[in-house]
T-cell receptor
Framework: EPEVTQTPSHQVTQMGQEVILRCVPI?????FYWYRQILGQKVEFLVS????????KSEIFDDQFSVERPDGSNFTLKIRSTKLEDSAMYFC????????????FGPGTRLTVL | DAKTTQPPSMDCAEGRAANLPCNHS???????VYWYRQIHSQGPQYIIH???NNETNEMASLIITEDRKSSTLILPHATLRDTAVYYC???????????FGTGTSLTVIP
């Protein structure tokens, strides 16, 4: 069964450093998402992406964040200058098209900012 | 998207049916009921969704009341691996994001 994959599974970085989290959505899916979950808290929406542009973003997704689909398979989340409070699990999700609303989530990347 | 209310926690004996309730009294006519679960900080896993008819798949059954103001997710024979947080989410087919609340923490007991 096709699935969303994410790399790395765990990323440790120093405060102020840039990180790139990578996702490979399900191959025929057209809509892509990033969510995050701070330890012990709810899963929160960050951004949605369709047709090579952001379609919606939350208040969390400020100028420090960016997303990109650099090729036909990868979908990345970049945090330009990490802060301690960026430590969280980051989940990528994808959905097929407009006919469905079901999003499929990857296993997540645990980001630890020291 | 309509707000949902779920009990914070439930226990279920292994092998028995787990019935997880969800109230969504403000649901509107074009909004679907979705169920996801999250096993110990893994990515949320899609379980099932429905509009007004009851639905069944290989994982679970979804029973939606006739007035659509509440629903129940049924895991017919719970196993230890079903221990997870279960999220009931109501949404229309137009939004981008899923709003995850606090869900129900289901513990399956041996």
């Amino acid at each position: 069964e096709p699935e969303v994959t994410q790399t790395p599974s765990h990323q440790v970085t120093q405060m102020g450093q840039e990180v790139i989290l990578r996702c490979v959505p399900i191959s025929n899916h057209l809509y892509f998402y990033w969510y995050r979950q701070i330890l012990g808290q709810k899963v929160e929406f960050l951004v949605s992406f369709y047709n090579n542009e952001i379609s919606e973003k939350s208040e969390i997704f400020d100028d420090q964040f960016s997303v990109e689909r650099p090729d036909g398979s990868n979908f990345t989340l970049k945090i330009r200058s990490t802060k301690l409070e960026d430590s969280a699990m980051y989940f990528c999700a994808s959905k097929e098209d407009l006919s469905t609303d079901t999003q499929y989530f990857g296993p997540g990347t645990r980001l630890t900012v020291l | 998207d309509a707000k949902t209310t779920q009990p914070p926690s439930m226990d279920c004996a292994e092998g028995r049916a787990a019935n997880l309730p969800c109230n969504h009294s403000t649901i509107s006519g074009n909004e679907y009921v979705y169920w996801y679960r999250q096993i110990h900080s893994q990515g949320p896993q899609y379980i099932i969704h429905g509009l007004k008819n009851n639905e069944t798949n290989e994982m679970a059954s979804l029973i939606i009341t006739e007035d659509r103001k509440s629903s129940t997710l049924i895991l017919p024979h719970a196993t230890l691996r079903d221990t997870a947080v279960y999220y009931c989410i109501v949404r229309g087919n137009t939004g981008n994001q899923f709003y995850f609340g606090t869900g129900t923490s289901l513990t399956v007991i041996p």
